[in-house]
């Protein structure tokens, strides 16, 4: 992109491909009543994300779902999202861009739901531990992955459910009480959500977060499900 003149590549038709040369001419239009001149193609480089996401889930709801957490001594980023898939080459790439998100955000943990993931499939992120726990059935969807960056943590055992997916695990932060988080995937159409199975861990310093498929006018749905209900009361 020049002064004078925008360099561009045709993408669609018959042209596709080819370089064109656009002069920025200033206009000067001669219908009106009055006189005014302009300058066409005021450009800006830009860049965009695209992240594949599913059931109807916008944005909104699910990669910036961000929370932060902060203290006099350390600010602590979580980043959530069902990812609906890494299983294959070419899901991973939602991935990608789920790590360069929460790189620009500076998010030290992300919490996945409904990974897809089996127990033959090898996975590593370069710079993350990784907490992982698949669905043991072989019908598809669940699944849950936690990438934790520059912290320390202990895994937390949790109880076997019927339905609900649940991983736990305690971030140690300096001078502060350790902060225990729980990733939660819970299936639409199932009872639930088990929650009073994590009964025993809850404390003033607990995080709870994932996809619970729980709708409820508390929290700006159109409609209620008994799933929201339950976690509404």
């Known amino acids: 992109m020049g002064t004078n003149v925008l360099q561009a590549r045709i993408l669609t038709g018959s042209f596709r491909g080819e370089e064109v040369l656009i002069p920025r001419i200033p206009i000067i239009p001669n219908d009106l009543p009055f006189k005014f001149r302009r300058l066409p193609f005021p450009v800006m480089v830009a860049f965009a994300m695209t ?3 599913s059931q ?3 944005l909104c709801k699910g990669l910036h779902s961000k929370n932060s957490l902060q203290s006099p001594n350390v ?4 980043l959530q999202c069902n990812i609906n898939g890494i299983s294959t080459s070419k899901s991973k790439v939602k991935l990608d861009e ?3 998100l929460a790189d ?3 998010a030290n943990i992300i919490c996945l739901q409904e990974t897809k993931l089996k127990p033959n499939h090898l996975f590593k992120v370069k710079g993350f531990k990784i907490l992982r726990k698949d669905r043991p059935s072989a019908d598809g ?3 849950l992955l936690t990438l934790i960056k520059d912290l320390s943590f202990d895994e937390i055992d949790t109880p076997s459910t019927t339905h609900t997916e649940l991983q736990a695990f305690k971030i140690h932060l300096p001078n502060q009480r350790p902060l225990t988080i729980v990733n939660t995937y819970h299936p639409p159409q199932k009872p639930g959500p088990e929650l009073d199975l994590v009964s025993h861990l809850l404390d003033p310093n607990i995080l709870i977060l994932g996809d619970f ?3 409820h006018q508390s929290w700006g749905c159109s409609l209620n499900n008994t799933e929201g209900s339950i976690l509404s009361t």
């Not at 600010?75 to 979580?78: A, D, I, P, S």
């Open 98 to 100: 789920i790590l360069s």
């Open 141 to 143: 969807g669940g699944g």
């Open 51 to 53: 992240i594949n996401k």
């Open 213 to 215: 498929n729980s709708k």
């Open 56 to 58: 109807g889930q916008t």
């Open 75 to 78: 600010k602590l980023n979580v």
């Open 104 to 106: 620009s955000k500076g």
